[in-house]
C-alpha cells in the first residue's frame, strides 16, 4: 500500500502564490506517475500537472506557466508550485501516484488539501 499526504494548501488573494507538498510512503514502485488534481465546487476532478519518476512533465493548458510541478525521487515527495493565482484555481487538490505491478495498474490517492483563491 502507498500513502500520500498532501500539505500546504490555504488562503491566497488571486496573483499570489502557493506551495503545495505531498509526502508518499509505503510500498512505492521506482517506476510511477506522481500529479496533482483538483476538484472545483460542482464539478469534476481534473488533473492539474503530473511528472513521471524519469522527470517528463503534464501541465493542464489552464495552468501551463503559472505552476511547476517537481518530485524529489530519493525523498519520495511532490511539490506543486503555484504562481499568479486565480480565482478559479480554488479547489481542493489531491496527490496521486499512479504505478504499473503486473498485471494490475495501481492508484492512489491522498485525502487533499483546499485551496481558496480570494479575489
Known amino acids: 500500500q502507498v500513502q500520500l499526504v498532501e500539505s500546504g494548501g490555504g488562503l491566497v488573494q488571486a496573483g499570489g502564490s502557493l506551495r503545495l507538498s505531498c509526502a508518499a510512503s509505503?510500498?512505492?514502485?521506482?517506476?510511477?506517475?506522481m500529479g496533482w488534481y483538483r476538484q472545483a465546487p460542482g464539478k469534476q476532478r481534473e488533473l492539474v500537472a503530473s511528472v513521471t519518476s524519469g522527470g517528463s512533465r503534464n501541465y493542464a493548458d489552464s495552468v501551463k506557466g503559472r505552476f511547476t510541478i517537481s518530485r524529489d525521487n530519493a525523498k519520495n515527495t511532490l511539490s506543486l508550485q503555484m504562481n499568479s493565482l486565480k480565482s478559479e484555481d480554488t479547489g481542493i487538490y489531491y496527490c496521486n501516484l499512479v504505478s504499473r505491478v503486473f498485471p494490475s495498474t495501481r492508484n492512489y490517492w491522498g485525502k487533499g488539501t483546499l485551496v481558496t483563491v480570494s479575489s
Open positions: 509505503g510500498s512505492i514502485e521506482s517506476a510511477n506517475t
